[in-house]
């Protein structure tokens, strides 16, 4: 056994708990047993004793039923509008939780806790106004009577006869910093009720005479005086325990077994009291025997209820399925140390329990070392319940095929008869018979042997075609057969529910496997949405949508059905509190009930990273604990999924920014070092002019001035690029096209470069047909530049450098070759890299960026830009141009003039 | 000297150079320059300073800057055309074709594109006093000389080295056009409203292909044409050898 006190997981837990605690505001309950006591009065009282201490105090809520003196004491404080509701036609108040929290005051009075709020209110209850104010760090008093107590409920409907509607989960009790009861003796409170002091509501009136009784009043009394003692010993708790560290802990928890829904609120209940009395944790267990779960969903459905019930109680609700249900109690019992069992006591008749055992004694016998307590259960509460359910609607036709069946028996034993001894005849029946009860069920196969019995009788025992027996025998044979189809038929029930329950599971596991799956392969947010989305809507047969916030934490609709929010986005607020709480609200939940759908949180490791919404076909299959559940676990590994697609992003960026850094670099170093080589050159020289002076022979001057200007003009060169560049990367480069003649483009370019061609043949050769090509002219022109100023460079002077085009279906190419070295193998892609310079190349020159922009410009174009080498020798450089559309048409010259000039002829003659 | 015989161009007086400009080391080259090739010179630093002088001085040319500090060059030669048909030549960057463009449009008559050479400069500087010693007078010579190019504008005729080339009359009249202002550049606009008429000064494909066509007749090797020269997005000039 573990011992709480050593167990590091529990010690955080209380840490936490505790630093939450300090965060929250203080909550304190005025406690009584009775209407009439003076609650308000008490809290109005010390209310009155803190605002002196300069405590800032809002009364929310004060009940002063017209009483002059409680009254008299909400004069002085601070008092909080109500908000007015319409209702069906009535005006309610109710009180503003948004102005509290907006008004933030350090102490808050909001007089009776169990009150249930006007409809269309955030939460169904007081007390959860509470919890939020609480959660906003204001302190609140409040009032509570005994009656109101959850765990009480059955205590008081006994004591009174009245059935209280309104009740506060123990949890809300058990969490106040203080509890001070208000009391009064019983006589005292019936003098002021004589008196007429005491508020009833007048509806009530009738009932309340009855409740205002001497016995019940001390009864009643003492439950509100055993309550909080009940809470003192909690408080007391954590200290004894410190003092008694070395002592065995009591150990041991308790389950409570849920069966029958006529028992089970009162089994929880009594439960609850078990385990806070004996202080150890508790489970409700509810054991779904298989092979009846058809025909039962009404019953299951009131059962999640029970359950969630439970678990506001304080327990944790579990729903297991089996064969035995004594056999998975026992199980569960050994696996999570429990040391009591609480079960109802058996309400079925005796005879069945001869025949099928009793689930008590089973227990009983079975459990060993643990104690099994077995508790009333036949209180008639409000909950009608359906005395026997229905096993499983057999339909007309099941019979009919078994009365068939029995036919065809009879058909195949008349003719076996001749052959036959009368024994195996009768084992025709019983195949029959088999064979009804695994396919149709439990009724037919009874049917079917008892009209085999009367068939067999009838046909082939003498006397023939009449009913009697005269061997007791066939007794045997009828009792056999009889107990062959109830046991064939209740056995292939189970296994049919059994496999429907693996198939349903199997649905399940396979829906959650292929869920993580699916996520894990998405990293872009919008398909892992929609794959959650898709997922959700199978497992659930239900609608769904996601919100995500964006950077000021407001939601959004991602993914799924928008309408899910109501009509105009009505219940996107739901979902903003969802996703701000981390909690679940809306549709079957008791916050925001009143929404389309349910809505949870996708929690992730690092809190909420959005909201789940849902709307089922049926809500309360949904709100299953072991449905719950899966929906959770559905919400999370999304959850999961979206935080690591955000941390998939992050690397990203992280990685594209140190690539942007190592090119930052590259290009800082790469600029530096070719902007301040002729930068150094122009200096030099610039200075052994002006040092120099006249001693300088004219032939060195005049070097010295051809370097200052061949390295200004590389500069210029450089410079340009680097603005080309940046103009390419920035976007700002803009593609005007107009219909050219490349032969021009190509005259500019070759004029541009000048002299730097001197001494190189540059042969163009441009096909007759090509006309004009759609391109922007200045960037063209810079892109043959650049691309001959490369042949340039990377070639021996002299040798030739050749510009050609081509035209092809929808685009131009054009080339520009050379009979250098070529291409290092391998290197044709590289070459148009930024920075990228041939290794060995050690000449003056380029940055590196004139084909890298050569290609960014002829890509802009919609082109693209090959490097290669020739065959024979040289590199070569294409791109291609596209050519979309006509280009446009010239109004033809003089018909005479064309005619009267051969343009052939002169052309011929021009380049000659 | 040749220079000499240049910058008296207008009279005996040496041609006077308004220069317009506000980086200091640029002024201080051109200073040097073009009192050395024998110009009178005198500069401004801003736009406003240089209107000033532009009509208290009277300059022959002006040189201007298109990035001045205090207002845009653009808006100095349109001030200047509004009274003064003074020669205008703007000194601009590459990659700025639009303002080129735009300079020329609003009256400038031709640029350089920065960093020029200084004989680049000179070439266009003369060119521009050229048209300038001419404005107010007719412009129809009787025959026009470019280089080995010579057009009889009496017989509508073109000759290159004294052989006759048979141009169609829109070629012979875009080739004239060029040649009356040998040596600046002129935009498209300004050569299709010349040669087609207003109507056509958006058409430059008309002027591509025509371009393209007296290449061929003119030119030895019209992809690396000697006279018909193409700024890329601006315009043509005729170069005179």
Partial sequence: ?912 | MRQTAEAESQGSQPALILVIEDELQILRFLRAALTSHGFRYVEATTGEEGLRQAATRAPDLIVLDLGLPDQDGLEVTRRLREWSAVPIVVLSARGKERDKITALDAGADDYVTKPFAIGELMARLRAALRHGARAGQDPGEETLEVGNLRMDRVRRLVFRDGAEVRLTPIEYKLLVALAKYPGRVLTHAQLLRQVWGPGYARQTHYLRVYMAQLRHKLEVDPARPRYLITEPGVGYRLREE
Avoid at chain 1, 250 to 272: D, E, F, H, K, Y
């Fill in chain 1, 1 to 912: 056994m573990r011992d709480p006190k050593r167990d590091p997981e529990a010690i955080l837990t209380q840490l936490r708990q505790a630093q939450e605690r300090e965060s929250q505001g203080k909550f304190k309950i005025f406690f009584g047993a009775a209407a009439g006591v003076g609650k308000t009065y008490a809290m109005l009282v010390e209310a009155h004793d803190r605002k002196r201490a300069g405590v800032d105090i809002v009364v929310g809520v004060a009940e002063t039923h017209g009483r002059a003196e409680t009254a008299a004491l909400l004069e002085g404080l601070e008092t909080l509008p109500l908000r007015e509701v319409e209702y069906r036609g009535t005006r309610l108040s109710e009180f503003d939780l948004d102005a509290a929290l907006a008004r933030k005051p350090k102490l808050l009075l909001l007089d009776e806790l169990a009150h249930t709020n006007a409809p269309g209110s955030r939460h169904a209850k007081r007390w959860q106004d509470i919890e939020e104010l609480l959660a906003a760090g204001i302190d609140v008093y409040t009032t509570l009577n005994v009656q109101h107590v959850e765990s009480l409920w059955d205590a008081v409907a006994e004591i009174t006869g009245v059935l209280v509607r309104e009740t506060v989960p123990d949890s809300m009790i058990d969490r106040a910093d203080e509890i001070k009861i208000v009391d009064l003796p019983p006589d005292d409170l019936l003098q002021r009720l004589r008196e007429g002091k005491v508020y009833i509501a007048p509806q009530i009136e009738r009932a309340m005479e009855n409740f205002f009784r001497k016995d019940k009043l001390i009864a009643l009394r003492e439950l509100a005086l055993r309550r909080t003692a009940e809470r003192v010993d909690a408080q007391m708790e954590p200290y004894r325990r410190a003092q008694e560290r070395h002592r065995a802990p009591s150990g041991g928890r308790l389950l409570v077994c849920i069966g029958s829904p006529a028992t089970a609120p009162r089994l929880v209940r009594a439960a609850r009291r078990m385990a806070s009395s004996l202080k150890v944790p508790w489970t409700a267990l509810y054991v779904q025997r298989q092979g009846r779960s058809q025909g039962a969903q009404k019953d299951e459905e009131y059962l999640s209820d029970v359950l969630s019930f439970a678990e506001e109680l304080g327990a944790d609700a579990v729903v297991l399925s089996g064969l035995r249900i004594s056999d998975e109690i026992l199980a569960y019992a050994r696996e999570h140390n429990v040391s009591r069992i609480v079960i109802g006591k058996p309400s079925r008749p005796r005879w069945q329990e001869i025949l099928f055992g009793s689930l008590a004694n089973s227990l009983i016998r079975e459990s060993r070392e643990m104690d099994v307590y077995v508790i009333r259960g036949d209180v008639g509460d409000e909950h009608d319940t359906p005395k026997s359910i229905p096993n499983e609607r057999p339909r007309g036709a099941t019979y009919i095929r078994s009365l068939v069946t029995v036919g065809v028996c009879s058909l195949v034993a008349w003719f076996m008869k001749p052959y036959f001894d009368l024994s195996n005849l009768i084992m025709v029946y019983l195949l029959g018979v088999m064979l009804v009860a695994v396919s149709l069920g439990r009724g037919p196969a009874i049917l079917a042997s008892v009209l085999s019995v009367f068939a067999f009788d009838f046909f082939f025992v003498p006397p023939f075609f009449t009913f009697g027996v005269s061997d007791t025998q066939y007794l045997v044979t009828f009792s056999v057969m009889l107990a062959a189809a109830l046991v064939i038929s209740t056995m292939a029930a189970r296994l049919r529910t059994q496999t429907q329950a693996a198939r349903d599971r199997e649905r399940r596991t396979a829906a959650l496997y292929k869920l993580s799956r699916d996520l894990a392969g998405r990293q872009n947010v919008d398909e892992l949405l929609s794959t959650a989305v898709e997922t959700v809507q199978d497992i659930f047969s239900s609608r769904v949508v996601i919100l995500l916030p964006d950077t000021n934490s407001r939601v959004g609709v991602r993914a799924g059905d928008e309408s899910l929010l109501g009509p105009g986005g009505h219940d996107h607020g739901v979902a903003q509190w969802v996703f701000d709480r981390g909690e679940p609200a809306g549709l079957g939940t008791q916050t925001l009930p009143a929404a389309q759908a349910l809505f949870i949180p996708l929690k992730g490791s690092r809190g909420a990273a959005g909201v789940l919404g849902v709307r089922p076909a049926s809500v309360r299959a949904l709100l299953r604990p072991d449905q719950f559940r899966l929906l959770e676990t559905c919400a999370s590994q999304t959850a999961l999924a979206l935080e690591r697609a955000e941390l998939a992003a992050q690397a990203e960026r992280s990685r594209i920014q140190i690539e942007a850094e190592r090119l930052r670099n590259t290009l800082l170093s790469s600029v530096s070092h070719d902007l301040r080589t002729p930068l150094a050159g122009i200096t030099g020289a610039a200075s052994s002019l002006l040092e120099g002076d006249d001693k300088l022979p004219p032939e060195t001057r005049r070097e010295l001035v051809e370097s200052i200007g061949e390295e200004a003009a590389r500069l210029n060169r450089l410079v340009g690029n680097l603005l080309d560049m940046t103009r390419l990367e920035s976007g700002e480069l803009k593609v005007q096209k107009e219909w050219h003649s490349l032969e021009e483009v190509i005259g500019a370019a070759l004029e541009r470069l000048g002299p730097r061609l001197d001494g190189r043949s540059i042969e163009v050769t441009l096909p007759d047909e090509l006309g004009l090509v759609p391109l922007d002219d200045v960037l063209i022109e810079q892109v043959m530049f650049n691309l001959v100023e490369n042949a340039l460079k990377y070639t021996p002077a002299g040798s030739p450098i050749e510009i050609r085009a081509e035209s092809a279906p929808g685009e131009v190419w054009v080339e520009v070759a050379d009979r250098g070295p070529g291409i290092p193998p391998g290197e044709e892609q590289r070459v148009f890299e930024k920075f990228y310079r041939f290794r060995e190349a050690n000449r003056p020159g380029g940055i590196g960026l004139g084909l890298t922009i050569a290609r960014g410009i002829a890509e802009a174009h919609g082109g693209q830009m090959t490097a290669g080498n020739r065959p024979d020798g040289g590199a070569r450089f294409r791109f291609s141009l596209p050519v979309e559309g006509e280009p446009p048409r010239l109004e033809p010259e003089v018909k005479q003039a064309e005619a009267d000039i051969p343009r052939g002829a002169d052309a011929a003659d021009g380049r000659g």
